[in-house]
């Protein structure tokens, strides 16, 4: 009796699994391309400021009056915490936000950033 590690029906699982998920890669990269990108910049649970990052193409700073400070930064449909002054910098490592759900937080400063699309999908709905 010979036993097989690899048989037919499980060559075509893993086959539809990485349709799958190309499909998918494929996807959500074509309606990111068309999608309106907005920035919120929340300061203490207030609306700071609201980044329209698919125009952002100069470079726009955003000096914060936080304690800690906070400086950020949109450039190129990017947005990203450029200085902190905060002991961790947990929010200036988080990098470029530049997809729709993308956030970055600074607790000390009470500072969010998140990147919000034009139309509804299942999160925001």
């Known amino acids: 009796m010979s036993l097989k590690l690899v048989r037919k029906a499980d060559l075509i699982i893993v086959a539809v699994i990485i349709i ?15 999608e309106k990108l907005i920035a919120e910049i929340t300061v203490g649970g207030r609306l700071y400021e609201t980044v329209d990052l698919s125009a952002a193409k ?9 304690d800690p400070q906070v400086v950020i930064m949109a450039e190129n449909g ?8 905060c002991p961790d910098k947990v929010c200036v490592k988080s990098g470029k936000l530049k997809h729709k759900g993308d956030t970055a937080v600074c607790l000390p400063a009470k500072t969010i950033v998140t990147i919000l699309g034009s139309d509804l999908d299942a999160l925001t709905y």
């Not at 100069?58 to 936080?66: A, F, G, N, V």
């Open 58 to 66: 100069e470079q726009s700073r955003y000096i914060l009056d936080t």
């Open 20 to 34: 799958a998920a190309a499909g998918f890669l494929l996807l959500k990269n074509y309606n990111s391309k068309e």
């Open 78 to 85: 990017q947005i990203w915490f450029e200085k902190s002054d």
